[in-house]
């Protein structure tokens, strides 16, 4: 499973005052972990890793949906995330289960 890694995003990101209260109580480090819990409770066995969400949400040039073109694109970088994350010499940095 990818997601877009989002250390920093406290930093980049631009919110007024009311919307800042929401984004700085969430720990965005629970995000893998909700997902790795939640996959272990169905029953099937995940990776989760994270990719640089760098220019994936450009707008697609045929549907003209940027979220829809951003999902294929970190699907794309965690396929190839995950062939790294798996290889048997690579270091246990990110959650699998």
Same mark, same amino acid.
């Given at each position: 499973?990818?997601?877009?890694?989002?250390?920093?995003?406290? %930093?980049?990101?631009?919110?007024?005052?009311?919307?800042?209260?929401? @984004?700085?109580?969430?720990? /965005?480090?629970?995000?893998?972990? /909700? @997902?790795?819990?939640? %996959?272990?409770?169905?029953?099937?066995?995940v990776v989760v890793v994270q990719v640089d969400p760098a220019y994936t949400s450009q707008t697609c040039q045929a549907c003209g949906h940027a979220d829809y073109n951003a999902a294929h694109n970190i699907a794309a970088r965690g396929v190839v995330r995950w062939g790294e994350v798996?290889?048997?010499?690579?270091?246990?940095i990110l959650a699998a289960s």
């Amino acid at each position: 499973m990818a997601v877009e890694e989002l250390t920093g995003i406290r %930093a980049r990101v631009r919110l007024r005052k009311p919307q800042r209260a929401t @984004l700085h109580s969430w720990a /965005f480090a629970q995000l893998g972990q /909700f @997902l790795t819990y939640k %996959a272990q409770q169905a029953g099937v066995v995940v990776v989760v890793v994270q990719v640089d969400p760098a220019y994936t949400s450009q707008t697609c040039q045929a549907c003209g949906h940027a979220d829809y073109n951003a999902a294929h694109n970190i699907a794309a970088r965690g396929v190839v995330r995950w062939g790294e994350v798996m290889r048997p010499d690579a270091a246990p940095i990110l959650a699998a289960s």
